[in-house]
Nanobody
């Protein structure tokens, strides 16, 4: 079955850290641009970060720059989102998405990712 599966979400206190994983099954992530998105209750989906397939370039929304880091582990067929210094406003369901195209990825555009979307993982930042 061809799919993306997110994991690693949970409840964390403000200032804490989480690492989200986006694992691919049935296809190789190396060839795909990967984006992370999030959606909080009552809010629109927001682009968080992306990593390009061609050269591994990474891009971040201003709201997470300096706190979040996206990376790939091709051997594990997984993309990670390391989230540090978490804030209550980071609370959301986080999704990863994949598109098999080269060039600069677009963290801000959900429609850019045509091929696969995961089911989401809940991140709650609260004391």
């Amino acid at each position: 079955q061809l799919q993306l599966v997110e994991s690693g979400g949970g409840l964390v206190q403000p200032g804490g850290s989480l690492r989200l994983s986006c694992a691919a099954s049935g296809f190789t992530l190396d060839y795909y641009a990967i984006g992370w998105f999030r959606q909080a209750p009552g809010k629109e989906r927001e682009g968080v970060s992306c990593i390009s397939s061609s050269d591994g370039s990474t891009y971040y929304a201003d709201s997470v720059k300096g706190r979040f880091t996206i990376s790939r582990d091709n051997a594990k067929n997984t993309v990670y989102l390391q989230m540090n210094s978490l804030k209550p406003e980071d609370t959301a369901v986080y999704y990863c998405a994949a598109d098999r195209r080269r060039g600069r990825c677009r963290y801000y555009s959900g429609s850019y990712y045509r091929d696969y979307w995961g089911q989401g993982t809940q991140v709650t930042v609260s004391s």
